[in-house]
Each structure stands twice: as structure tokens, then as C-alpha cells.
Nanobody, 122 residues
Framework: QVQLVESGGGLVQAGGSLRLSCAAS????????MGWYRQAPGKQRDMVAR???????YYSNSVKGRFTISRDNAKNTVYLQMNSLKVEDTAVYYC????????????????WGQGTQVTVSS
């Protein structure tokens, strides 16, 4: 079974920084895109940032210029460096990996991490 394990969430003051990590494990042959989504209480889950296997990146307008997504393909790990955090960045952050193909198989599936809480205080 493929697992995505997130780490790095926590409590930080506005203007501060946090770095999230998400490691995928489970006899993985290849992963297409990896990304971060977030969900605040009472709101839908929205895309924050995504990175393709080739390194192309995409950001939501609300985090552009403040957050940076990166990826280590050898470690099947994706990172999210969050700077200049705002109170409105408070949410549960979820890692996503799409079209994950396990070794010895040909079909890809999407997976989600369990989520990590990020709280930004004023």
C-alpha cells in the first residue's frame, strides 16, 4: 500500500515561516504530480501548490511569492516552504500524489496524506 506521511506543521506567528514535508512510500515505481492542498474549517479543500515530475510548478494566487514547492524525486518527497505566513493561511494541509504507479504494475492511482495542522497566530 502507498502511504504519504506529512510533517512540519505547527503554530507560528504571522510573518513567520514553516516547512512542510511529505514522503511517499510503498514500492513506488513512478509518481506524476505532487502537491499541497489545504482546508480551513467550514471551507472546501483548495489547491495551494503543485509540482510535476519534470519540475513545473503551479501556485494559487493567495500564496504566490510567499510559498515555494520543491520535490526530491529520488526520495519521493515533496516540500512546501511557507514564508510570510498570514492568519488566513491557517488550515489543515494535505499532501497529494497523483498517478502513482507501484513497482510491477501499470495502473496509477491518486493518494492523500492524513493532513498536518498549520496555525498562524496574529
Amino acid at each position: 500500500q502507498v502511504q504519504l506521511v506529512e510533517s512540519g506543521g505547527g503554530l507560528v506567528q504571522a510573518g513567520g515561516s514553516l516547512r512542510l514535508s511529505c514522503a511517499a512510500s510503498g514500492s513506488i515505481f513512478s509518481i506524476n504530480g505532487m502537491g499541497w492542498y489545504r482546508q480551513a474549517p467550514g471551507k472546501q479543500r483548495d489547491m495551494v501548490a503543485r509540482i510535476t515530475s519534470g519540475g513545473s510548478t503551479y501556485y494559487s494566487n493567495s500564496v504566490k511569492g510567499r510559498f515555494t514547492i520543491s520535490r526530491d524525486n529520488a526520495k519521493n518527497t515533496v516540500y512546501l516552504q511557507m514564508n510570510s505566513l498570514k492568519v488566513e493561511d491557517t488550515a489543515v494541509y494535505y499532501c497529494n500524489a497523483d498517478n502513482v504507479v507501484r513497482t510491477g504494475t501499470t495502473r496509477g492511482y491518486d493518494y492523500w496524506g492524513q493532513g498536518t495542522q498549520v496555525t498562524v497566530s496574529s
